[in-house]
C-alpha cells in the first residue's frame, strides 16, 4: 500500500488561508471517513488537529478544517499565523488488518 | 489528565536487544489499544503496531512484523516495545499513541518520543 500523497511544501503570508491536499486511493481515503491530520514543530511529538475528516479534538483552533472529495482530503488552515509554521501530515485508515493505516509524507508549511 | 511518558534516549549496537517503555495514566488502561509509531530523522510517520491491553491482541505493520514485539504489562499500565537483535535500521524515534476513544482510528494522545540509536 502507497504512502498518500501531499505537496512537500506549502506556504503563505499572516492572514491569508492555506490548503493541503493529500491523495489517496479508492481503497483507503476513498472509502472510509478516518482521515486524520496532524501537526508537528521541530523535536515535538505530533498532535492531532483532526479526525474523521472534519472532527476537531476538544482544544484546537476552528481555524483548522478538514474536508474530503472522492480519494482527496484536504487539511485548511485560515488566519495563518506564525506559530502554524510546521510539517502537517495526513493519515487514513487502511481497510485491512495489514494496512491499518497510511500516511501522507508530510507537507513543510511556512509562513512568510 | 491523559498522559503517555516514554523511556529514555537508547544508544545500542546492532545485534543488541532493547526494550522501549510507555507508562500511562490519566484513563483506564485496558479499554484503549495503545499504538507504537516509528519516525526516522528527518522524514516522516510510520505504524509499527497496535495492542489492546484487555486480551494483549498484537496487529503489525507488515513492514515491522517479525522485527518487533509489543507487549503490556497491565498492573504497571505499561506498554513495552522490543527488539531481540537491533539493525541500524532500526534508528528512529518511536511514539506511543492511544486513540481519542476505543473504536477511534486516529492517534490523539502521543508519548514525547524515545530516541533509537543503532550505529556500530
Known amino acids: 500500500q502507497s504512502a498518500l500523497t501531499q505537496p512537500a511544501s506549502v506556504s503563505g503570508s499572516p492572514g491569508q488561508s492555506v490548503t493541503i491536499s493529500c491523495t489517496g486511493t479508492s481503497g483507503d481515503v476513498g472509502t472510509y471517513n478516518f482521515v486524520s491530520w496532524y501537526q508537528q514543530h521541530p523535536g515535538k511529538a505530533p498532535k492531532l488537529l483532526i479526525f474523521e475528516v472534519s472532527q476537531r479534538p476538544s482544544g484546537v483552533s476552528d481555524r483548522f478544517s478538514g474536508s474530503k472529495s472522492g480519494n482527496t482530503a484536504s487539511l485548511t488552515i485560515s488566519g495563518l499565523r506564525a506559530e502554524d509554521a510546521a510539517d502537517y501530515y495526513c493519515?487514513?485508515?487502511?481497510?485491512?488488518?495489514?494496512?491499518?493505516?497510511?500516511f501522507g509524507e508530510g507537507t513543510k508549511l511556512t509562513v512568510l | 489528565e491523559v498522559q503517555l511518558v516514554q523511556s529514555g534516549v537508547e544508544v545500542k549496537k546492532p545485534g543488541e536487544s532493547l526494550r522501549i517503555s510507555c507508562q500511562t495514566s490519566g484513563y483506564v488502561f485496558t479499554n484503549y489499544w495503545i499504538g507504537w509509531m516509528r519516525q526516522v530523522p528527518g522524514k516522516g510517520l510510520e505504524w509499527v503496531g497496535i495492542?489492546?491491553?484487555?486480551?494483549?491482541?498484537?496487529r503489525y505493520s507488515p513492514s515491522f512484523q517479525g522485527q518487533v514485539t509489543i507487549s503490556v504489562d497491565k498492573p504497571l499500565v505499561t506498554a513495552h516495545l522490543q527488539w531481540s537483535s537491533l539493525k541500524a535500521s532500526d534508528t528512529g524515534m518511536y511514539y506511543c499513541v492511544r486513540p481519542l476513544y476505543s473504536g477511534s482510528y486516529c492517534m490523539a494522545y502521543w508519548g514525547q518520543g524515545t530516541l533509537v540509536t543503532v550505529s556500530s
Open positions: 495492542i489492546y491491553p484487555h486480551d494483549s491482541h498484537t
Open positions: 493519515c487514513s485508515y487502511g481497510g485491512s488488518d495489514s494496512f491499518l493505516w497510511v
